[in-house]
């Protein structure tokens, strides 16, 4: 993941009616929810909706699948997992070797870049 994704990403997360509707399909992961149902558990009127769901789609947060008249949305998770990725790519590399995170302190181990994870996925 490039920089420019990683903003183009949290840029998307950004604003409260977005974040809520990405928190909503996850709960709903894999299949996702029709667009009429998330504006009617959010309270959003269809259009500002549909402007909402077009930035998370922009930013690869959510794809639409079309299933007779209704249109679902349903997270991409890789997205996100690779938003992470990245964030913590080089978490506690610059100390002692111990990450402390909270009340649980954690052993640095060698991390496989970004890349080697992938090869590594591919090939199972």
Known sequence: MQSKQAVNILSALAQESRLAVY???IE????GL?????AQKLGLANATLS??????SHAGLVASRQEGRFIYYSPVITTMNDLISYLTDHCCSQSDGNCTTGKTVTTRKPRATASARLRATVTQ
């Open 34 to 38: 029709a667009a009429s149902v998330i």
């Open 28 to 31: 709903h992961a894999p299949d």
């Open 23 to 25: 928190r909503l399909l």
């Open 51 to 56: 402007f909402h769901l077009k930035e998370l």
